[in-house]
């Protein structure tokens, strides 16, 4: 059988991972549900997250000898093989732990434009967050708001054309949808939060109900609970004719049998497909039916609205298609707001398959474990292990090159460049400059799988350093090799954590009195 990824999936798996680095900071994560029997659901154990800066080496020229600094270069595409994941442990200079309001889950933006036909949200369509020919996802970001488009169809054409988007979403109050005379219906489903420093060009936050402030209230929540939007179409059928009916079940939450003063009216094409469905009132036009309140705006209905208690919202409609011409084969779905409305459950209505992560690297951080290098690669980190030996004050942020410290060192010490190949004679060692520490004599350097070093270590005694193999010394010798707070391998040899994403980028110049706010968008 084939395995499918489904959106619902990929919203499970984004919320694991912000919870698991909620969990490794602070503990804070989403309670269990009350069933569950884990004692420490969803976690058995204490995992560590952090980031990492690294890479000072230069990567590869691109065919015809275009280098890094070239404005048409193209930085080495991940492969994500086990290869590549020891090289960015090797080549990491420093990897800062995260906290916990370090990860949010969040969705890309998608800017209310106007002239743009926007899809409708319909729970049963997996296109319905994508663009599929000219038509753009049925979410918006406007203003400080995420929006839905409940309806996207006019009354006074026949209820046949999907409109461009002419009036920018708004809603009447907090977490409420939007009543035009026709055309696109909103509702407001989320607030951005103000400030938030995950906000990218690209990407916003989507908060759990019970981080957002001001808290849903329950008025709030009742704008939508159980609102019946759309009826979307899983299979038109075929043979479909003017005589066409379709009855529906309509079913609340208190296990009641509703019966609204509405219908369900198919639209057919000319091959007897039945191509949408119009909720409508007797008289197509909008109407308050006493305990009711409903509106029609091609297929937008806020059927059971603020007034009724939540146990008599809709919690599910089945629908009959019967047909005396002999149609035959289709298939309905409705889409059916949460009992406790959209902004309780935004976070997993939306596309909410993106994880943000944000940290800062504040110029060499309080210890200098956060030398001012340049930087190619940025990786999140789980699960490694600080040297044991090292007695930095702040261990939350630790230093990873190794070093040597040096005798008969030549002064003035030479200008080395960052990633410039060293040499030691005798033990065959070579390896990526990084910087040099003239106060206590250390040389920092790193290694990996390069063909220009290799990862043989150096060696103490009177085995001297060079710029070259037998050329030109920059020390006569070692006396102590050190590993950093934090060890590229432990144990047995085995590395030391996991990889769990990483980018390369362009060299990144560091300085010691700058910020580098690191922002990292991994989709799941």
Sequence with gaps: ?????????????????????????????????????????????????????????????????????????????????????????????????????????????????????YKVYDSADNDAFYSTGDLYPCYVTYGSSVYICLSNTAVDNGFT?????????????????????????????????????????QFVPIQRDTDV???????????????????????????????????????????????????????????????????????NSPVDAGSYEFWTSGDASALVASGVALTNRIKSINFVVTDS?????????????????????????????????????????????????????VSLLKNFTPNSSASDSDAGILDTLKSITLSGAVSPFPSLTEGQV??????????????YDSTNTKLYYHQNSNGEVNTIDPTTGSNAIGTSSGGSQVATGVTAVTDGEYQSRVGDGEINGEVIFHENRKPFARSASQTEEVKLIIQL
């Design 161 to 201: 054309a999907v409109l461009p988007s002419t009036t920018a979403p708004n809603a009447s109050a907090d977490y409420a949808y939007s009543f035009p005379a026709q055309g696109y219906v909103w509702c407001e489903v989320a607030k951005i939060p103000a400030n938030d420093p995950h906000v990218t060009n």
């Design 1 to 117: 059988m084939a395995a499918i990824i489904t959106d619902d999936f990929r919203r499970n798996q984004a919320r694991l991972l912000v919870n698991d680095i909620k969990a490794s900071a602070d503990q804070k994560f989403d309670s269990p549900a009350t069933n569950s029997n884990e004692s420490n659901w969803p976690y058995r154990g204490t995992n560590r997250y952090a980031v990492g800066l690294g890479k000072t080496d230069s990567w590869p020229d691109n065919a015809g000898s275009v280098d890094e600094d070239a404005v048409n270069f193209v930085v080495p595409v991940p492969s994500g093989n086990r290869q590549e994941d020891e090289n960015i442990i090797n080549n990491l200079f420093t990897i800062k732990d995260l906290g916990g309001a370090s990860a949010k889950q969040m969705i890309a933006k998608n800017p209310w434009t106007s002239g743009r036909k």
């Design 422 to 435: 060293l040499y030691q004679a005798g033990s065959g060692a070579k390896f990526y400059f990084d910087y």
């Design 213 to 283: 402030s001001p808290a849903l209230t329950a008025t709030n929540k009742k704008r939508t609970a159980g609102l019946l939007s759309h009826v979307g179409i899983i299979s038109g059928g075929s043979g479909y004719s003017s005589n066409t009916v379709i009855t529906a079940t309509v079913v609340a939450h208190s296990g009641a049998v509703l019966t609204p003063a509405i219908s369900f009216t198919p639209i057919i094409d000319g091959g007897g497909v039945i191509q949408r469905i119009d909720i409508r009132d007797p008289q």
């Design 325 to 377: 011409g002999g149609g035959t084969g289709a298939n309905l779905s409705a889409t059916i707001a949460p009992v406790s409305g959209y902004g309780k459950n935004a976070i997993d209505i939306l596309p909410t398959w993106f994880v943000g992560i944000k940290t800062d690297f504040t110029g060499t951080e309080s210890d200098g474990d956060a030398p001012a290098l340049k930087f190619r690669q």
